[in-house]
């Protein structure tokens, strides 16, 4: 009966185990997306940074004359 036991509570670690290797893979695949995201995000911040300090510079050269 001790055996039956320890095969099932095996049988339930299995399970365990490989619910938890899908959720890793689905995290993994999350974070990587997040990470592109990020990098494109920061990318537009970027471009849109220097638009402004373009405009603010072209507004100052107006206002001197």
């Known amino acids: 009966m001790e055996i039956k036991n320890l095969e099932a509570k095996i049988d339930e670690l299995i399970v365990l185990l490989d619910e938890l290797e899908r959720k890793q893979a689905v995290m ?24 402004v300090e373009a405009m ?6 107006l206002d001197q004359d």
Request: charge should be positive; avoid cysteine; hydrophobic fraction near 30%.
């Open 28 to 51: 993994s695949a999350d974070k990587n997306t997040w990470q592109t995201e990020r990098s494109s995000l920061l990318e537009k911040n970027k471009l849109a940074k220097n638009k």
């Open 56 to 61: 603010i510079m072209r507004l100052k050269s």
